[in-house]
């Protein structure tokens, strides 16, 4: 790390001392349980010998992580298959081009995996910047242990329903509001009058932990005794590994209310064991159709995915989207979007920023339509209570038509510098043919919808015309006649444009299937990469 750094133990905290004497604090705690979650998860990975163990009581989670190998690794535990090895440079004793390749593979692809990457770049990690690279490491740790708490995965939740609730209301809950609702389940059927509101100070005394974990697993997990706390917080990691639970929580972190490292414990718990049961409450299933509910709820549409962790990559205040169709019916979401994607459209005070109502619901939707119209999108027979009742079909045209914007203004603003203006498809497809020419390749694409294009071929001449280094031809499939090598291309053309700086939100499906809109927003992420790296590369002489 920078030797322009001085470090400063204190009892639960690192300061960081820069050079120019600002200080920073980072929790001591946290970068020792994400040291030894990496250990725990990781340490088979045989591309991480030289790396692993972390030893949690250094720095070594700053200074080891600063190729990007470990940050990728972590990124494919949160979400399988999130970046293609073969994009990685693997090797021992990488050079700081090498480096800044694999940091801006992590970076572009935990946008797209859902977290939100706020001042963060390249060199920050290489550079082992303690506080951005805790930030990071946790949103995906935290993407990784939250991503199976879901009706898609878990449909007994729907015995969290409260009595006045809908399904509608329900699937808004984020998955920590979730488990929350779980631990005060377990707690009322316990007979227990303990309520959790917060994952710190009501979890201090752990009297919430012996409380659950012993209702679903009596045999090995005894009620605590009523002793010193952090007594109890070291009987509650014991119970919680007898229940089968890999936590890397310590008795201190829970008598300190880290909320953090308390949200990674019970998200264990419950994915270890939920101990929700259909059969235990029939009387409570008699009144929910399990039929009639629709647990994808756009889970498994690839666009929904998409376009959502698009709004995500975006850092809107106060917005986090965690499923697109049920998070924008009220409308608000939806204008904070519009808001981003074209600044100062918006009039506030004709927003209910908290409708109270479906007719309050209904005036947002209705507002966003106007504002959509206002921006020349096609919105015919759109209304606002379609957003209001989640018209799928509808809603994913309008965040089509909002990326393609967004993606179009940044290309434009990048462009404008050339002196080019007014860009568009057709300016694209021309641009990406003659770099591919100019680089001496023989691919050509006709538009979006050009049936070649599914093979990928074209894509990663494209992206070697751009970078010549990012692509190795060794590992692609030139001759890819079956759906499978097809497949491989595109996975691999997705992280090599990742790899040199291009921020892409599309998938390999999108690409063998040829869906225009995606290849769209690829093509011209890359040009803006391009844009970026000629500005850098002028700039440094």
């Known amino acids: 790390m920078s030797d322009l750094l001085d470090r400063k133990y204190s009892e639960k905290s ?12 980072f929790s001591e705690e946290e970068k ?3 040291s030894e979650h990496i250990n725990h998860c990781l340490s088979e990975d045989p591309h991480l010998r030289s790396l692993l163990p972390l030893d949690s009581s250094t720095m070594d989670l700053f200074e080891k992580s600063n190729d990007g190998l470990i940050m990728c690794k972590l990124i494919n535990l949160a979400q399988r298959d999130a970046i293609d090895e073969r994009a990685m440079n693997l090797k021992e004793g990488l050079n700081v081009y090498q480096k800044t390749e694999n940091q801006n593979l992590a970076l572009n692809a935990a946008k797209a995996i859902g977290c939100q990457v706020v001042n963060i770049g390249a060199q920050d990690l290489i550079e082992g910047r303690p506080i951005l690279v805790l930030g990071l490491v946790w949103q995906i740790i935290k993407i990784q242990l939250l991503s199976q708490i879901s009706l898609r995965n878990v449909p007994e939740l729907v015995l969290l329903l409260e009595d006045d609730e809908t399904m509608a209301d329900f699937l ?7 488990l929350l609702r779980w631990l005060n389940y377990h707690l009322e059927k316990a007979g227990s009058a303990r309520r959790v509101k917060n994952f710190g100070s009501d979890l201090i005394d752990s009297e919430v932990y012996s409380i659950v974990m012993n209702r679903i697993d009596p045999a090995h997990c005894p009620v605590i005794p009523d002793e010193p706390l952090m007594s109890r917080a070291a009987k509650a990691i014991s119970n919680a590994r007898a229940f089968g639970a890999d936590i890397f929580i310590k008795p201190k972190d829970i008598c300190d209310g880290n909320k953090k490292l308390n949200t990674s414990m019970v998200a264990q718990l419950f994915n270890t064991n939920h101990g929700l049961r259909f059969e235990t409450n029939r009387k409570r299933m008699s009144l929910v159709d399990i039929s009639s509910i629709n647990i994808d709820d756009g889970g498994d549409s690839r666009e929904e995915r998409v376009f959502r962790m698009w709004i995500n990559s975006l850092n809107i205040e106060n917005v986090y989207i965690n499923n697109l169709f049920t998070d924008c019916r009220d409308g608000v979401n939806l204008i904070k979007t519009i808001d981003r994607v074209s600044p100062g459209l918006v009039v506030w005070k004709k927003v209910n920023l908290e409708p109270k109502s479906r007719f309050k619901e209904v005036e947002n939707g209705n507002y966003a339509v106007d504002l959509c119209k206002m921006m020349r999108f096609s919105m015919i027979n759109v209304g606002g209570l379609d957003i209001v009742d989640g018209n799928k079909k509808l809603i994913l045209g309008i965040i089509w038509q909002l990326m393609r914007k967004y993606t ?9 510098k050339q002196g080019l203006t007014d860009i568009g498809d057709d300016h694209i497809v021309a641009w990406a043919n003659e770099k591919v020419k100019a680089s001496g390749k023989s691919g050509k694409m006709r538009n979006f919808k050009d049936s070649g294009l599914k093979n990928g071929l074209f894509l990663l001449e494209l992206i070697s015309a751009i970078e010549p280094r990012a692509v190795d031809w060794d590992v692609v499939k030139m001759a890819p006649d079956n759906e499978e090598d097809q497949m491989l291309n595109a996975k691999y053309a997705i992280s090599c444009s990742r790899k040199i700086g291009a921020c892409v939100f599309l998938t390999p499906e999108d690409i063998v299937e040829v869906k225009s809109k995606m290849i769209m927003t690829f093509v011209a992420e890359l040009w803006a990469a391009f844009f970026v790296r000629e500005a850098y590369e002028k700039a440094q002489g």
């Open 408 to 416: 179009l203004a940044v290309l434009c603003d990048l462009a404008s």
């Open 32 to 34: 020792e349980a994400f």
């Open 14 to 25: 690192l300061k960081i001392v820069g050079s120019a004497g600002a200080s920073h604090s």
């Open 172 to 178: 808004k809950l984020h998955p920590e509001l979730i």
